[in-house]
């Protein structure tokens, strides 16, 4: 397994550009049949949507492919997931592509916890229309973010596999060509906070790699070499060189005009460390929401000092504030974990996001224990779509310590949202009792979907 594993070069350009590309082993004649049989389902019966791998079970052989499995455990660990969404973008012969966008977006934080997974079962070059990606976007939540440096295509021979942060800007790129493009997307989740390296990592020092100035600005070293340690686990803690600049010049620049600029102060903040705490709490209770997304990400890098301060604050009278607040708190993750009892406390909030927020966040504070498991047990049966997600993924994330959860994730397993009931099943698998098989074996028996059943052939 080890030599299939991502290289320390390979982590450093994931973390800067935000994408990562591999080819799986399998032969140019599996490619060919993946997408002859594409090509036939989505003729005969429209793109099968969520139901892609049954529909097509040997684009399993992809997911387990020993390069793809090996960048998956690099970027999210050992225990990732592929999660319920996936979907086979189909870009016709003479197409005008895709407008730049985000999946993701908006979500206050910078850590791998999501990726967007592209497999292309045919030669893909520019001609015929690739992915196109904007490197270095995924820190961004702006419309800056779409040109912050020049779009580059994923181009590959069959069988190329690009790993992609959730909230990187891309597109699909206008097909010139007189054939069809297909291109397999799944979306992959950590549900394990990082401990140690999970890639073959020979060195812990973050080291600048060759920047181009037009691509990747030298000022965003310190955002680069945080992610760089977040990667590597709790025992390479953020080091702490005092900025050239004072610490309100660096706080005024939060607000920006530039998103760039806002970027760079936050992670010379961070620097500060506790000095920095107050300035920064007061930009969550009164900044504008682009200030206050860029002291979270600031609070993040200041580390296991921001925790007290962010705790007191999931009690105030104002929603942004407690909201902000469970956010921060759940991308700090098991560094905030003794702030676990106060984010239990507010699941009874009245805003949903507050909800929502504090429920992830027990998903990446609680993971080695099952104190927030009643909580969020109870949280299963929320009328928020988005909280009931939340909780059930918080649960699966939490995994065997979450045995007591068995009984209300059985209750969900039919629920109105898909999502709910995908990642449910996750959960039982991850929870592994045997109370959590059964029922885990009874639903699968009930709901077991045949790709071989068709209009056409129904029995």
């Given at each position: 397994?080890?030599e ?25 004649q ?11 389902v ?17 684009i399993q ?20 997931y592929?999660q ?21 977006g ?5 850590h ?7 497999y ?24 800056e ?8 295509p994923i181009c ?7 790993f992609a942060?959730?909230d ?21 989740a950590?549900?394990?906070e990082p401990?140690?390296p999970?890639?073959?990592?020979q ?31 709790p ?29 760079q ?21 009164n900044?504008?929401?682009l ?38 708190l ?13 984010l ?18 027990l998903?990446?504070?609680s ?51 898909r999502?709910?009931?995908?990642d ?11 109370a ?14 045949c ?9």
């Amino acid at each position: 397994m080890a030599e299939h594993l991502l290289t320390d070069a390979q982590m450093r350009d994931f973390i800067v550009n935000g994408y990562v590309t591999v080819t799986t082993a399998l032969p140019a004649q599996f490619h060919d049949a993946i997408y002859e049989k594409t090509v036939a389902v989505f003729d005969k019966e429209g793109n099968p949507g969520n139901n892609l791998v049954p529909r097509i079970p040997a684009i399993q052989k992809v997911l387990d492919d020993a390069n793809v499995k090996g960048a998956l455990t690099s970027l999210l660990g050992p225990d990732y997931y592929m999660q319920p969404h996936r979907h086979p973008h189909y870009n016709p012969p003479s197409s005008k592509g895709q407008g730049m966008h985000q999946d993701g977006g908006k979500r206050w934080s910078h850590h791998t916890r999501r990726l967007l997974v592209f497999y292309y079962p045919q030669d893909t070059p520019v001609a015929l229309g690739p992915t196109g990606v904007v490197p270095m976007s995924h820190y961004y939540s702006t419309r800056e973010g779409a040109h912050i440096s020049p779009e580059q295509p994923i181009c590959g021979k069959a069988g190329t596999v690009a790993f992609a942060n959730y909230d990187l800007w891309h597109r699909a790129m206008p097909n010139q060509s007189d054939k069809k493009r297909y291109m397999m997307k799944f979306l992959y989740a950590r549900m394990s906070e990082p401990q140690a390296p999970t890639w073959a990592n020979q060195e812990t020092e973050w080291a600048n790699i060759p920047i181009d100035e037009v691509c990747n600005p030298v000022e965003h070293q310190e955002m680069f070499k945080h992610l760089w340690q977040w990667h590597l686990g709790p025992e390479n803690g953020n080091s702490h060189a005092r900025p050239s600049a004072s610490l309100s010049t660096l706080i005024a620049a939060l607000d920006g005009d530039a998103e760039s600029t806002g970027l760079q102060a936050a992670y010379a903040l961070g620097n500060f460390g506790e000095e920095a705490l107050p300035a920064l709490m007061g930009c969550l209770h009164n900044g504008s929401e682009l200030m206050r997304r860029n002291a979270c990400y600031a609070l993040n890098a200041v580390g296991t000092p921001a925790v007290d301060v962010l705790r007191d604050a999931l009690t105030d009278s104002r929603e942004h504030v407690r909201d902000n607040a469970a956010e921060a708190l759940g991308d700090l993750g098991t560094k905030a974990e003794s702030a676990v009892p106060a984010l239990v406390d507010i699941l009874a909030d009245d805003s949903a996001s507050v909800r929502a927020h504090a429920i992830e966040a027990l998903g990446t504070t609680s993971q080695g224990h099952s104190d927030a498991v009643p909580g969020l047990t109870k949280a299963l049966s929320d009328d928020n779509d988005g909280v009931r997600r939340n909780a059930v993924f918080a649960i699966a994330r939490i995994g065997e310590h979450a045995a007591d959860a068995v009984e209300g994730l059985q209750n969900v397993l039919f629920d109105a949202n898909r999502y709910v009931r995908g990642d449910a099943v996750h959960a039982l698998y991850r929870i592994g009792t045997p109370a959590a098989k059964s029922v885990l074996l009874r639903y699968l028996e009930t709901t077991r979907w045949c790709p071989l059943t068709t209009r056409n052939s129904s029995f």
